[in-house]
């Protein structure tokens, strides 16, 4: 199975700040990576496909990066409403579906 | 509007077989780029997929659980059906429904999930 791996697993940061989250892919990914926004109690929403693509209706403040085995998702501006758990996901098709373990960011 | 709804027990035993379905709307199980998937996610830990059902009846699964999984769908009535065999206390989770477009890849839309407790 690919791994994949995140850092950091917390991050402290205020509102107006720029952050970023790697991940990390045990095996070459090219470009089969999502991240998603999961807030207490909700299903995760989708941010980012095919490595740097935005999905519709989120705000361009989010921006992802990367390919083959080093991603990174970046938030250029903090909103309130950003503080929540991040997820990567890959897909391969030999081996399935993996997400990242989290990257929580608090305020 | 593209909905996907989780049903099932809430409460099963250990060693018993869990069986939940998901019955999507405002799109067809026939759509050759739509997958549906079961991912579940215990408080704290990031999702886990579980498997996934194409539209032309390929199937996924876990590699760690393929073992106890069965994915199945039927079309006429929108639905996905996941089996989990011996049933354990550890899988205890929230279990989610997603649908993924294939092109490109990306679980577009989820359930709202429901929390299953194995418990005697």
């Known amino acids: 199975d690919i791994q994949m791996t995140q850092s950091p697993s917390t991050l402290s940061a205020s509102v107006g700040d720029r952050v970023t989250i790697t991940c990390r892919a045990s095996?070459?990914?090219?470009?089969?990576l999502a991240w998603y926004q999961q807030k207490p109690g909700k299903a995760p929403k989708v941010l980012i496909y095919?490595?740097?693509s935005l999905e519709s209706g989120v705000p361009s403040r989010f921006s992802g990066s990367g390919s083959g085995t080093e991603f990174t998702l970046t938030i250029s501006s903090l909103q309130l409403d950003d503080f929540a758990t991040y997820y990567c996901?890959?897909?391969?098709?030999?081996?399935?579906?993996?997400f990242g373990q989290g990257t929580r960011l608090d305020i | 509007q593209v909905t996907l709804k989780e049903s099932g027990p809430v409460l099963v035993k250990p060693t018993e077989t869990l069986t939940l379905t998901c019955t999507v709307s405002?799109?067809?199980?026939?759509?050759?780029?739509?997958?549906v998937s079961w991912i579940r996610q215990t408080p704290g830990q990031a999702p886990e997929w579980l498997a996934h059902?194409?539209?032309?009846?390929?199937?996924a699964y876990s590699t760690s659980l393929k073992n106890r999984l069965s994915i199945s769908k039927d079309i006429g009535t929108g639905q996905v059906v996941l089996t989990m065999t011996n049933m354990d206390p550890v899988d205890t989770a929230t279990y989610y429904c997603?649908?993924?477009?294939?092109?490109?890849?990306?679980?577009?839309?989820w359930g709202q999930g429901m929390l299953v407790t194995v418990s005697s």
């Open positions: 405002g799109f067809s199980l026939r759509t050759a780029r739509m997958v």
């Open positions: 059902i194409f539209s032309n009846d390929e199937k």
């Open positions: 095996q070459n990914i090219n470009n089969w």
């Open positions: 997603a649908r993924m477009d294939m092109a490109p890849i990306k679980f577009d839309f």
């Open positions: 996901q890959q897909y391969n098709s030999y081996s399935g579906i993996t």
């Open positions: 095919k490595a740097s």
